[in-house]
């Protein structure tokens, strides 16, 4: 095969887990195509819940305020009896915001306009999606792989270095690898749709029968929009009338109420929940991400969030090797995130489980904040004696001040495609290009004021913690000369060239 690439990497699909990694490689400025088979975007509300990790990895992508500014929270619950009073409770814990996690609770956007501002990031980097065009083929070889695409009137071979296939449950890409995708559809069918609807006061979140899997419907209003989402288990034979007609007819008999009245439909849905897992995310030089690799019921919101942070840990590997970073930094994706979806699957079977009975609680678990990569291949191990942070960690956020006065956080300093040094103290560190470098205590650029750092980080002086682009801690070490060595050896192996030979 000739190795003319037309482009590094081929993107297929543009749901919420292709957006990430487009935005991830456009701020690389690494050369991409993102297609999406789908003639414009999807419309509907599916994945609504933003979780707090989520919401940290929005605000490096500079997406976050815009989020928060175009959604909401979620409001309380009204759970109606068969009486039709109703008791007030709230869906889940809403702790309070703390220096290490600024972000607590989450968001309630709907997948729609999430994208859509994924979409205008994208923009602003330069990038687009190209709508009405399928990936309907592709071989691999050592160099490259070559896909055939095809829009209305064109097909065209195309040749990239790597192929992402982010194209969501039903993934081309997974089954033209041959990749198994066990696991099991679940006993439950289930209708979503968003509708325009009167009768019922916006301020609530509405939930009628609340554990009877025939009688049960949740109409939640969407944030930033005029609209609820409906959601009910359905019969998984035969077919589910989702027309307005239908839909109030289901209102009316799960309700017993007939002044909720249907104005229109906007997106409607019904589907059998499944909880599979792909047996690998890597082939070569083909990937699978989002939703092309694990699906599961919507119980907890996780699917949206989960197919984020998969894209959001490769969009930078991606970047680096194709950088010069060592190829088996590739490998640490499926490693690193496998056995989060592994996780994710089991949780949300549960709070299915929990739902079927009413008796749903969604903890700290739901919030994604400690997931974690203690056992990378990207991880330089610290002392196995150290308290405290370890390698493979989240990086935790903390309020600080810079040395010339004004008030900052570690995760803007984090924040943009770059590695982060922390020191504590003066060890001695060579600069590289791709690695920016804050030291704690006297004559640092950063000022621990309020003991929020060494509260998250316990950092003794002369340690450094190195954290990656993804907000992950790599390595926590000693700069001594063993220490230092060790912090080289990583960041020659992440493809951050050393300062004299980035100047040849
Ligand atoms: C009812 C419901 C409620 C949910 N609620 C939540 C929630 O609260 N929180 C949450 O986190 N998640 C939720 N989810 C899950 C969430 O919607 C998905 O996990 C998310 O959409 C996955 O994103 P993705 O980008 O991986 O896949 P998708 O969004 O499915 O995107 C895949 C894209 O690939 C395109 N494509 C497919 N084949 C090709 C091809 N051959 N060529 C080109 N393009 C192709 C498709 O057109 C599509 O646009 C919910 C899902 C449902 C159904």
């Not at 009413?358 to 191990?381: A, C, W």
Request: glycine share 12%; charged share 25%.
């Amino acid at each position: 095969m000739p190795n003319d690439f037309a482009a590094d990497v081929l993107v297929c699909g543009a749901g919420a887990a292709g957006l990430t990694l487009a935005i991830e490689l456009a701020r690389r400025g690494v050369s991409f195509r993102l297609i999406d088979r789908m003639g414009e975007p999807f419309h509907g509300s599916r994945g609504k819940g933003i979780q707090p990790r989520t919401q940290e990895v929005f605000e490096d992508l500079g997406i976050l305020d815009k989020v928060v500014a175009a959604g909401g929270i979620y409001p309380m619950m009204r759970d109606y009896r068969p009486d039709g009073s109703f008791v007030e409770k709230d869906f889940g814990e809403r702790p309070e915001p703390m220096p290490a996690e600024p972000y607590h609770i989450p968001l309630m956007i709907p997948q729609f306009m999430t994208e859509r501002i994924m979409r205008e990031r994208l923009t602003e980097l330069s990038g687009h999606v190209e709508f009405g065009c399928a990936l309907v083929g592709f071989e691999q070889d050592d160099n490259g792989v070559t896909a055939r695409l095809s829009g209305p009137g064109r097909e065209e071979a195309f040749r990239v270095r790597y192929l992402v296939g982010a194209d969501g449950g039903r993934s081309f890409v997974r089954s033209a690898l041959g990749v198994g995708f066990p696991g099991k559809t679940l006993d439950v069918g289930a209708m979503v749709a968003d509708v325009a609807l009167t009768g019922l006061d916006r301020g609530w979140w509405h939930q009628f029968n609340d554990g009877d899997m025939q009688w049960m419907l949740s109409i939640c209003p969407l944030g930033g929009t005029d609209l609820f989402q409906l959601q009910g288990p359905v019969p998984q034979e035969g077919e589910v009338d989702l027309s307005a007609e239908g839909l109030q007819h289901m209102i009316a008999e799960r309700t017993k109420r007939n002044d909720v009245r249907v104005q229109s439909v906007s997106w409607a849905s019904a589907y059998a929940m499944n909880a599979r897992l792909a047996e690998r995310y890597r082939v070569g030089r083909v990937f699978l991400t989002g939703d092309a690799a694990h699906i599961h019921p919507p119980t907890g919101g996780q699917g949206l969030n989960t197919s984020v942070q998969d894209a959001y840990n490769l969009g930078w590997k991606l970047a680096a090797v194709l950088r010069g970073a060592s190829d088996d930094l590739l490998d640490s994706y499926e490693c690193e995130r496998r056995p989060v979806a592994e996780a994710m699957l089991g949780l949300s079977t549960r709070l299915l489980e929990a739902g079927k009975r009413g008796e749903i609680k969604r903890g700290r678990e739901v919030r994604q904040l400690d997931i974690g990569y203690p056992n990378s291949s990207v991880n330089v191990e610290s002392s196995p004696k150290r308290d405290g942070i370890r390698a493979g960690d989240r990086a935790p956020d903390a309020p600080i001040a810079g040395a010339a006065g004004h008030p900052s956080r570690l995760f803007q300093l984090f924040r943009g495609a770059h590695w982060t040094l922390l020191v504590n103290g003066q060890g001695a560190v060579a600069p590289r290009p791709g690695l920016h470098i804050h030291r704690l205590g006297e004559k640092g650029d950063i000022v621990d004021a309020l003991d929020h750092v060494d509260a998250a980080y316990e950092l003794a002086q002369g340690e450094c913690v190195l954290v990656r682009p993804d907000g992950y801690v790599a390595a926590v070490l000693s700069l001594g000369p063993a220490g230092s060595a060790e912090l080289e050896t990583c960041l020659d192996r992440m493809g951050l060239p050393a300062y004299c030979e980035a100047q040849q």
